[in-house]
Protein backbone atom coordinates (compact mmCIF):
# COMPACT_ATOMS: atom_id res chain seq x y z
CA UNK A 1 0.00 0.00 0.00
CA UNK A 2 2.75 2.78 0.90
CA UNK A 3 4.30 1.68 -2.28
CA UNK A 4 1.45 2.34 -4.10
CA UNK A 5 1.15 5.89 -2.73
CA UNK A 6 4.84 6.44 -3.39
CA UNK A 7 4.09 5.92 -6.98
CA UNK A 8 1.24 7.65 -7.30
CA UNK A 9 3.13 11.09 -5.34
CA UNK A 10 5.89 10.36 -7.75
CA UNK A 11 3.52 10.78 -10.70
CA UNK A 12 1.62 13.39 -9.29
CA UNK A 13 4.63 15.11 -8.71
CA UNK A 14 5.93 14.51 -12.33
CA UNK A 15 2.65 15.41 -13.46
CA UNK A 16 2.21 19.12 -11.88
CA UNK A 17 6.25 20.00 -13.14
CA UNK A 18 4.80 19.28 -16.71
CA UNK A 19 2.01 21.60 -16.03
CA UNK A 20 3.86 23.88 -14.52
CA UNK A 21 6.36 23.83 -17.52
CA UNK A 22 3.86 24.12 -20.34
CA UNK A 23 2.30 27.38 -18.31
CA UNK A 24 5.45 28.98 -17.72
CA UNK A 25 5.92 27.55 -21.97
CA UNK A 26 2.52 29.48 -22.81
CA UNK A 27 3.36 32.56 -20.56
CA UNK A 28 7.31 33.40 -21.88
CA UNK A 29 5.17 32.68 -25.86
CA UNK A 30 2.73 35.50 -25.35
CA UNK A 31 5.31 37.81 -23.60
CA UNK A 32 7.56 37.34 -26.58
CA UNK A 33 4.93 38.20 -29.12
CA UNK A 34 3.71 41.42 -27.02
CA UNK A 35 7.29 42.40 -26.98
CA UNK A 36 7.33 41.30 -31.10
CA UNK A 37 4.36 43.30 -31.62
CA UNK A 38 5.28 46.48 -29.59
CA UNK A 39 8.56 46.23 -31.40
CA UNK A 40 6.68 46.18 -34.89
CA UNK A 41 4.10 49.32 -33.76
CA UNK A 42 7.63 51.34 -32.42
CA UNK A 43 9.19 50.94 -35.75
CA UNK A 44 5.91 51.78 -37.79
CA UNK A 45 5.02 54.71 -35.59
CA UNK A 46 8.90 55.99 -36.52
CA UNK A 47 8.71 54.64 -39.44
CA UNK A 48 5.61 57.04 -40.24
CA UNK A 49 7.18 60.11 -38.47
CA UNK A 50 10.29 60.14 -40.80
CA UNK A 51 8.34 60.43 -43.07
CA UNK A 52 6.05 63.09 -42.59
CA UNK A 53 9.51 64.97 -41.21
CA UNK A 54 10.66 64.13 -45.00
CA UNK A 55 8.06 65.38 -46.45
CA UNK A 56 8.34 69.25 -44.93
CA UNK A 57 11.35 69.10 -45.76
CA UNK A 58 10.63 68.23 -49.05
CA UNK A 59 8.20 70.80 -49.53
CA UNK A 60 10.76 73.54 -47.84
CA UNK A 61 13.79 72.27 -50.20
CA UNK A 62 10.45 72.95 -53.29
CA UNK A 63 9.60 76.49 -51.92
CA UNK A 64 13.87 77.93 -51.57
CA UNK A 65 14.29 76.18 -55.47
CA UNK A 66 11.25 78.48 -56.51
CA UNK A 67 13.08 81.00 -54.88
CA UNK A 68 16.04 80.72 -55.81
CA UNK A 69 15.00 80.17 -59.39
CA UNK A 70 13.10 84.14 -59.06
CA UNK A 71 16.23 85.37 -57.83
CA UNK A 72 18.34 83.86 -61.49
CA UNK A 73 15.52 85.22 -63.23
CA UNK A 74 16.39 88.83 -62.18
CA UNK A 75 19.63 88.50 -62.00
CA UNK A 76 20.09 87.78 -65.55
CA UNK A 77 17.00 90.60 -66.26
CA UNK A 78 19.71 93.10 -65.15
CA UNK A 79 21.92 93.51 -68.16
CA UNK A 80 25.47 93.34 -66.82
CA UNK A 81 27.04 91.30 -69.50
CA UNK A 82 29.55 89.91 -66.62
CA UNK A 83 26.88 88.06 -65.00
CA UNK A 84 25.32 87.21 -67.87
CA UNK A 85 27.93 85.52 -69.44
CA UNK A 86 28.74 83.62 -65.91
CA UNK A 87 25.09 82.81 -66.28
CA UNK A 88 25.38 81.46 -69.80
CA UNK A 89 28.33 79.51 -68.68
CA UNK A 90 26.66 78.27 -65.81
CA UNK A 91 23.80 77.12 -67.79
CA UNK A 92 26.23 75.20 -70.27
CA UNK A 93 27.46 73.06 -67.05
CA UNK A 94 23.90 72.13 -66.17
CA UNK A 95 23.39 70.89 -69.16
CA UNK A 96 26.45 69.11 -69.40
CA UNK A 97 26.44 67.52 -66.14
CA UNK A 98 22.87 66.24 -66.72
CA UNK A 99 20.78 68.76 -64.17
CA UNK A 100 18.26 70.29 -66.97
CA UNK A 101 15.89 68.76 -68.50
CA UNK A 102 16.49 67.51 -72.41
CA UNK A 103 14.37 66.80 -75.64
CA UNK A 104 15.29 65.09 -78.55
CA UNK A 105 14.99 62.17 -80.99
CA UNK A 106 16.65 58.52 -79.44
CA UNK A 107 15.20 55.38 -78.22
CA UNK A 108 13.06 53.70 -75.70
CA UNK A 109 13.83 50.21 -73.62
CA UNK A 110 11.01 48.68 -71.43
CA UNK A 111 12.34 45.97 -69.68
CA UNK A 112 10.12 43.72 -67.91
CA UNK A 113 10.59 40.19 -65.60
CA UNK A 114 9.75 36.65 -67.55
CA UNK A 115 7.42 34.96 -66.49
CA UNK A 116 7.28 32.14 -63.94
CA UNK A 117 8.52 29.03 -64.55
CA UNK A 118 8.64 25.98 -61.87
CA UNK A 119 11.91 24.42 -63.72
CA UNK A 120 13.62 27.54 -63.19
CA UNK A 121 15.49 29.22 -60.67
CA UNK A 122 13.59 32.60 -59.74
CA UNK A 123 16.64 34.87 -60.13
CA UNK A 124 17.47 33.79 -63.81
CA UNK A 125 14.02 35.31 -64.48
CA UNK A 126 13.85 38.71 -63.25
CA UNK A 127 16.13 41.62 -64.22
CA UNK A 128 19.14 42.80 -62.33
CA UNK A 129 21.28 45.89 -61.58
CA UNK A 130 23.97 44.12 -64.10
CA UNK A 131 21.70 43.51 -66.86
CA UNK A 132 20.73 47.41 -66.41
CA UNK A 133 24.64 48.50 -66.71
CA UNK A 134 25.40 46.65 -69.72
CA UNK A 135 22.49 48.24 -71.51
CA UNK A 136 23.58 51.78 -70.70
CA UNK A 137 27.28 50.87 -71.10
CA UNK A 138 25.58 49.89 -74.75
CA UNK A 139 23.98 52.95 -75.42
CA UNK A 140 26.89 54.97 -74.19
CA UNK A 141 28.83 53.19 -76.90
CA UNK A 142 26.45 54.23 -79.67
CA UNK A 143 26.67 57.87 -79.04
CA UNK A 144 23.63 58.32 -76.36
CA UNK A 145 23.51 62.10 -74.83
CA UNK A 146 21.54 61.77 -72.39
CA UNK A 147 19.79 58.70 -70.36
CA UNK A 148 17.12 58.29 -67.86
CA UNK A 149 15.66 55.24 -66.27
CA UNK A 150 11.88 55.70 -64.54
CA UNK A 151 12.49 59.05 -65.61
CA UNK A 152 15.74 59.10 -62.93
CA UNK A 153 18.46 61.10 -65.07
CA UNK A 154 21.60 58.98 -65.19
CA UNK A 155 24.73 60.98 -64.50
CA UNK A 156 28.42 59.91 -63.76
CA UNK A 157 27.37 59.72 -60.18
CA UNK A 158 24.52 57.37 -60.45
CA UNK A 159 24.54 54.16 -59.35
CA UNK A 160 21.72 51.09 -59.71
CA UNK A 161 21.51 48.05 -57.28
CA UNK A 162 19.06 45.67 -56.63
CA UNK A 163 17.33 45.87 -53.77
CA UNK A 164 15.01 42.63 -53.67
CA UNK A 165 12.46 42.39 -56.31
CA UNK A 166 13.38 46.98 -57.17
CA UNK A 167 16.26 48.74 -58.29
CA UNK A 168 17.77 51.71 -56.09
CA UNK A 169 18.20 54.30 -58.54
CA UNK A 170 19.60 57.71 -56.97
CA UNK A 171 18.74 56.38 -53.92
CA UNK A 172 14.95 55.71 -55.02
CA UNK A 173 13.13 52.08 -55.34
CA UNK A 174 11.63 51.27 -58.48
CA UNK A 175 9.99 47.88 -59.35
CA UNK A 176 10.01 46.59 -63.00
CA UNK A 177 8.92 47.74 -65.35
CA UNK A 178 12.39 49.84 -65.81
CA UNK A 179 11.94 52.55 -69.03
CA UNK A 180 15.35 53.61 -70.26
CA UNK A 181 14.94 56.64 -72.26
CA UNK A 182 18.26 57.59 -74.19
CA UNK A 183 18.67 60.82 -76.85
CA UNK A 184 21.02 60.45 -79.76
CA UNK A 185 20.97 58.56 -83.12
CA UNK A 186 17.92 56.29 -82.94
CA UNK A 187 18.93 53.98 -85.31
CA UNK A 188 22.81 53.58 -83.95
CA UNK A 189 21.20 52.95 -80.48
CA UNK A 190 18.53 50.84 -81.69
CA UNK A 191 20.53 48.35 -83.77
CA UNK A 192 23.50 47.98 -80.87
CA UNK A 193 20.83 47.08 -78.06
CA UNK A 194 19.02 44.64 -80.20
CA UNK A 195 22.30 43.30 -80.98
CA UNK A 196 23.83 43.24 -77.49
CA UNK A 197 24.98 40.23 -76.10
CA UNK A 198 23.37 41.43 -73.20
CA UNK A 199 19.56 41.36 -75.01
CA UNK A 200 19.70 38.43 -76.55
CA UNK A 201 20.60 36.44 -73.33
CA UNK A 202 17.83 38.03 -71.18
CA UNK A 203 15.52 37.09 -74.32
CA UNK A 204 16.28 33.75 -74.09
CA UNK A 205 15.29 33.52 -70.71
CA UNK A 206 11.95 35.60 -71.57
CA UNK A 207 12.84 38.54 -69.91
CA UNK A 208 11.26 40.94 -72.14
CA UNK A 209 12.85 43.56 -73.71
CA UNK A 210 10.85 45.60 -75.64
CA UNK A 211 12.90 48.91 -77.99
CA UNK A 212 11.64 51.49 -80.25
CA UNK A 213 12.73 54.63 -81.90
CA UNK A 214 10.98 57.73 -80.81
CA UNK A 215 11.25 61.27 -82.52
CA UNK A 216 10.91 63.14 -79.70
CA UNK A 217 11.68 62.23 -75.99
CA UNK A 218 12.14 64.46 -73.06
CA UNK A 219 14.59 63.43 -70.05
CA UNK A 220 14.54 65.41 -67.06
CA UNK A 221 16.90 66.56 -65.28
CA UNK A 222 18.61 65.10 -62.38
CA UNK A 223 17.01 66.15 -59.07
CA UNK A 224 18.95 65.91 -55.87
CA UNK A 225 15.57 65.42 -53.85
CA UNK A 226 12.80 63.71 -55.21
CA UNK A 227 9.39 61.30 -54.34
CA UNK A 228 9.54 60.18 -50.42
CA UNK A 229 7.43 57.40 -51.18
CA UNK A 230 10.29 56.09 -54.04
CA UNK A 231 13.04 56.36 -51.26
CA UNK A 232 10.70 54.39 -48.68
CA UNK A 233 8.71 51.92 -50.68
CA UNK A 234 9.52 48.26 -49.83
CA UNK A 235 10.77 49.44 -46.38
CA UNK A 236 7.15 49.73 -44.88
CA UNK A 237 6.78 48.19 -41.22
CA UNK A 238 4.03 45.15 -41.35
CA UNK A 239 2.37 42.79 -39.25
CA UNK A 240 3.01 39.47 -40.17
Same mark, same amino acid.
Request: contains cysteine; hydrophobic residues 40%.
Given at each position: ????? #?????? =? ?9 ? =? ?49 ? *????? #? ?5 ? %? ?6 ? %???? $? =????? #??? +? ?15 ? *? ?7 ? +????? +??? /? ?21 ? @? ?30 ? /? ?23 ? $? ?10 ? /? @? ?6
Amino acid at each position: MRGSK #GVLFVV =FLLFGMIITMQ =FRTILLAQQQNNTGQTSVQALASELEQAKNEGIKLLEELQRLEKEKNEMMR *QISND #GNPVINE %LLNKRQEL %LVLN $G =FTDVK #GSG +VVITLNDAPAREEMDPS *QLIIHDMDI +VQILN +VLR /SAGAQAISINDERIITTSRHFCV @GPTILINQKRYPVPYVIKAIGDPDEMYNAIEQ /SEAVIIMRIYNIQVDVRKESEILIP $GYKVYGNIENMI /S @GLEVVEK
